[in-house]
């Protein structure tokens, strides 16, 4: 089962920073969190990860609360092209380091 | 530049027959995952491998098996095609160790009639 849980939909104007939730209270030490998009039906794309501290790259910012029990990514300025679902996934380390996923966060690109 | 590559990508098939996906991945990888895709259940889990020779059931692996002969392939099979595994097929791979991203092919669509 997921270890996560995020909002079904999302809206966001296009130019406008996109913050996307995750709940994760069950996280463990040594799990990473993860997030990856699905654009249409193509394969997921990596985004970003992190363990304890806030990562950037040039994609998006992942914000971890100290807690580690939910997390934020940060899409700086959305284009219509960052319409796709968006993955939050917490890697479980004690059965074999598998990425699970759950259903995602459909995030929409107004004009 | 190194790739992770399906094939076919599209297939249809009929009720009872075998089935064999193709995965090949060129980053030397040691893990490699299938994932099936359904609408409303995300990606789920069918098999991974962390090696050569090594392979272990996921979430859903019922009517699908692996086997890992070389680094670079994980061919995923359906020993007898049920409707039920009309799906979208992912494979991904990733180096050892729990920091590290998963790359993701371009998925399989098959048909199972």
Redesign the interface.
Known sequence: D?KTTQPPSMDCAEGRAANLPCNHSTISG???V?WYRQIH??????II?G?KNNETNEMASLIITEDRKSSTLILPHATLRDTAVY?CIV?V?NT?????????TSLTVIP | DAEITQSPRHKITETGRQVTLACHQTWNHN?M?W?RQDL??????IH?S?GVQDT?K??VSDGYSVSRSNTEDLPLTLESAASSQTS?Y?C?SSES???T???????T?LTVV
């Open positions: 997921a040594n799990e990473y993860y039906s193509q394969g997921p794309q990596y990860h363990l993955y890697r380390a074999g380091n598998q990425f699970y996923f759950g259903t995602g | 893990n995952f994932y409303g259940h995300g990606l789920r889990l991974y962390y272990n996921g979430e979208v992912f991904a160790g729990i920091g991203e998963a790359f993701f092919g371009q998925g669509r």
